[in-house]
């Protein structure tokens, strides 16, 4: 809009730098500005977020969760660029976990391999194959293509923490997009997950845990598409094979269809998350160990160990939907629980 | 306590067991045999379906009423929103939420009616119940047949529910302007012209309409608004109040009684689905009002289509939203206000006082948007000593909340000089009152150590 009134013979001027040529509208401010001056304002919104919230110390061995997809790619692209530049003194390692998924992963890990050699960043691939004895694959083969997510999404975060704690590492940084907070809290909001509804906004998260977690997201909106696709960064773009309308796919496109409306509103559904005042007399999972394998978890057992023995056992769906009965002392008579759960419909979305 | 297992030998306890063992089979065995739904209250009628959420197919038409009836009364009586000695007013737009809720009013003012004949000392007297029905067409493009039509029909309904007698208010939006109602008119249709964002008009005219209400309340001596807003209303809220930043203000506007009004404001149909609030009205034949206005382009009409599809998919997706919303800490306003007052029967002030005890964890809050009426983050507090403009139309726009200022305010300050001349005073005088909040904070800090209630002295 601002640029209206500088244009040179149809071409729209960058209005920061007032020379080249503009090629991108920032979506919150709407101002246009060209590939250098956009490359600068990235990097920069993400050095101060990273400056702001202090994420990083000096000499800190640091793991970027790299799944080979834009978010992560540009991430470890910024970082290691950024590391370089401000002297972070940081050492960074790329960290990958291979699902098993056949067409889908083994892909994307080729391009985590190839951003190894480009970023010079050295790599860490764990499998669920070498974790837990099993590939995706074969889950969906037992379980089918309903609920399979919630193998993979409880998997995956253990796996990262399990790789970081191999790379021996103080933190691990995922990339997220404004969009992917934004539509967390409104997953938690319509899922009723008050806990994580309280901790999704927050940067760095899990820090009485052995491995913080942070996420340095931007939070001008720029788009990380974007900064991709004019650094011609090396991504693989195709969705998981197992997830073509998974629940989250239904908040995304609402997401997406309100972006359109009115640009600002993820900055404000984040905005939202932060100002929640969560009422101190509600009942938050008290956070233990798991008995089982000594991973975090409110249970007494952990997700993992409830679905892996869920999976081993030939019980694929215990664990999964609303049954809360403590899993471990279930000795009864197990054909009978078979049956109550293959008599259960399987409709609590889990997303 | 005295026969626990085995030292006990007399045959009644046994029996006793034996007897509750039993039952519950019983039961059972007869709603897996039955191929025609019985009804799991009353296990005599046939179960009617279509009221959506987790008991649809369960209930009688007869269990189903008095169930929905069930979660208005004890919505009113567990957070004392209606006592005997008050004066309450229904606001009927003429939909099925606020006619049911018109509906439960009546039903629970007929009960009382006949309970207080039958009393021999008639000590507790029976509320008084008013409706409004504010007239919009000045800001929504309502064809005026539609609403003289929509009028008779208020008029029909309102007249029918007797006795006891109500008061029907018929009021025009433009009532919020003290000055007579050509000017009123005028200067709404500028304020609303002036709103360029589709959703801040809604909001705008939502506003408005609280102002309204507020202002026939106070008139007429209402001490009670009674809206019709359900569970799905208010789930569709917590999502698009989540979507335009509101997060600290929500829990106030989704709360059972909302005191931040000079009029309290109470939400009995909390609890009630909108696919309930419609079935009712398809089974009783409850007459609604329906004006033929063309959804717009907002985010209240987009996250509504979303609310309702998810309902589809899980049919207690609205509640878990608006209990996750629960947990979030309601204020200090959001119950109803202790009654000092010695005149109030002993009784009333005890069952208050009981309520009111377990909202003992709130967020106090002393300033609010002028616009909205939405307690302010401390980051939307302006600190008024760093202000350069004085200009009060650029004092207004400060003192609102982030949200107002960018859907519902002009961004330009002659446009905003324009908008603020044509606001209705009492949002202006908020205004006033806010730039005072830092005051009465300070007020506050050092009340026990003030000897008079007195604002002038200090």
Redesign the interface.
């Known amino acids: 809009m601002e640029g209206a009134g500088e244009r040179k013979r149809g071409v729209r001027l960058c209005c920061v730098c007032k020379k080249a040529r503009a090629s991108v509208k920032r979506p919150k401010t709407l101002d246009h500005i060209c590939r250098e001056c956009f490359y600068h304002a990235f990097e920069s919104e993400i050095h101060q977020v990273i400056i702001r919230n202090s994420l990083f110390r000096p000499g800190e061995r640091v793991a970027i969760g790299a799944s080979g997809g834009k978010d992560s790619t540009v991430l470890a692209y910024v970082l290691s660029k950024l590391n370089r530049l401000h002297n972070y003194g940081l050492h960074l390692f790329l960290l990958s976990v291979d699902e098993g998924i056949t067409g889908y992963r083994d892909d994307s890990l080729e391009t985590v391999h190839r951003n190894q050699v480009q970023y010079g960043l050295p790599l860490k691939v764990v499998s669920y194959k070498d974790l837990y004895g099993w590939t995706m694959d074969q889950i969906v083969d037992v379980i089918g293509f309903k609920n399979n997510c919630t193998f993979c999404g409880v998997f995956r975060r253990q796996a990262l923490d399990r790789g970081a704690s191999l790379l021996k590492v103080d933190k691990l940084v995922t990339g997220h997009n404004a969009d992917d907070i934004a539509e967390t809290?409104?997953l938690?909001?319509?899922?009723?997950?008050?806990a994580r509804?309280s901790r999704c906004t927050s940067i760095t998260t899990g820090e009485d845990g052995p491995i913080p977690r942070c996420k340095p997201f931007n939070p001008n909106l720029d788009s990380f598409i974007t900064y991709a696709y004019f650094k011609r960064l090396d991504y693989f773009s195709t969705e998981c094979i197992y997830s073509p309308n998974a629940y989250r796919g239904?908040a995304r496109e609402?997401i997406k269809?309100?972006e359109r409306?009115?640009p600002?509103?993820i900055?404000?559904?984040i905005?939202?998350?932060?100002?929640?005042?969560?009422?101190?007399?509600?009942k938050m999972p008290e956070q233990g160990t798991c008995e089982r394998c000594g991973y975090i978890s409110s249970q007494k057992w952990c997700k993992a160990c409830v679905l892996l023995d869920g999976l081993n056992r030939g019980l694929p769906k215990l664990g999964i939907g609303r049954s809360r009965g403590s899993v471990g002392s279930e000795n009864g008579n197990e054909s009978k629980v078979e049956k109550s759960i293959q008599g259960k419909q399987c409709?609590t979305?889990d997303f | 306590m005295a026969c626990n297992g085995s030292g006990c030998q007399s045959g009644v306890c046994y029996k006793d067991e034996d007897v509750t063992r039993n039952q519950p089979i019983k039961s059972e065995e007869t709603d897996s045999t039955n191929p025609t739904k019985v009804c799991i209250k009353c296990k005599l009628n046939d179960a009617v379906s279509g009221y959506g959420g987790i008991d649809d197919g369960r209930f009688c038409a007869d269990c189903f009423k008095t169930n929905l009836f069930g979660k208005f009364r004890f919505a009113v009586t567990s957070n004392a929103m209606i006592t005997p000695t008050d004066k309450v007013l229904v606001a009927f737009s003429g939909g099925p939420s606020s006619r049911v809720a018109l509906q439960f009013v009546h039903d629970m003012q007929e009960r009382a009616q006949r309970n207080f004949d039958a009393s021999r000392d008639r000590s507790l007297p029976v509320f008084a119940v008013g409706v409004v029905f504010i007239d919009e067409s000045s800001v929504l493009s309502i064809p005026s047949n539609e609403m003289e039509e929509a009028v008779e029909v208020v008029g029909e309904i309102v007249s029918s529910l007797v006795p006891p007698r109500k008061d029907l208010h018929i009021v025009p939006i433009e009532t919020v302007y003290s000055a007579d109602s050509g000017e009123g008119k005028e200067s709404l249709a500028n304020v609303m012209n002036t709103v360029s964002d589709p959703t801040g008009r809604e909001d705008m005219l939502l506003c408005l309409r609280m102002l309204a209400l507020q202002k026939v309340a106070s008139e007429y001596g209402y001490n009670r608004i009674v809206l019709g807003s359900c569970i799905s209303r208010i789930a569709c809220h917590v999502i698009s109040a989540t979507v335009k930043g509101q997060g600290y203000s929500l829990p106030a506007d989704i709360q059972y009684v909302d005191a931040r009004w000079e009029v309290p404001v109470v939400l009995p149909l909390r609890d009630c689905f909108a696919q309930e609030i419609n079935m009712l009205c398809r089974l009783d034949g409850l007459k609604t009002v329906k004006f033929s206005t063309g959804p717009g382009s907002s985010i209240n009409g987009l996250v509504s289509s979303f609310v309702s599809l998810l309902q589809e998919e899980n049919p207690s997706r609205e509640s878990t939203i608006v209990r996750t919303a629960g947990k979030l800490t309601p204020f200090q306003f959001n119950r109803i206000p202790e009654i000092i007052d010695g005149n109030v029967p002993l009784a009333t002030r005890r069952r208050q006082k009981r309520y009111n005890l377990k909202s003992n964890e709130s967020v106090s809050s002393e300033s609010f948007c002028p616009l909205c009426n939405s307690p302010l983050h401390k980051s939307e507090i302006v600190d008024w000593s760093n202000m350069d403009s004085h200009r009060s139309s650029d004092l207004f726009n400060k003192s609102c909340c982030s949200s107002c200022q960018f859907q519902i305010l002009p961004s330009d300050s002659t446009s905003m000089e324009q908008f603020y001349m044509d606001l209705p005073r009492s949002m202006v005088g908020r205004a006033k009152q806010v730039s005072n909040g830092k005051l009465s904070l300070l007020r506050e800090q050092i009340q026990d150590f003030l000897l008079s209630d007195g604002e002038d002295e200090t």
Do not use: C, P, W
Not at chain 1, 272 to 282: A, P, V
């Open positions: 809290v409104l938690n909001l319509l899922r009723g997950d008050v509804l239904f609402f269809d309100l409306i009115r600002r509103a900055l404000d559904i905005k939202s998350g932060e100002n929640f005042r969560i009422s101190t007399t509600t409709g979305l």
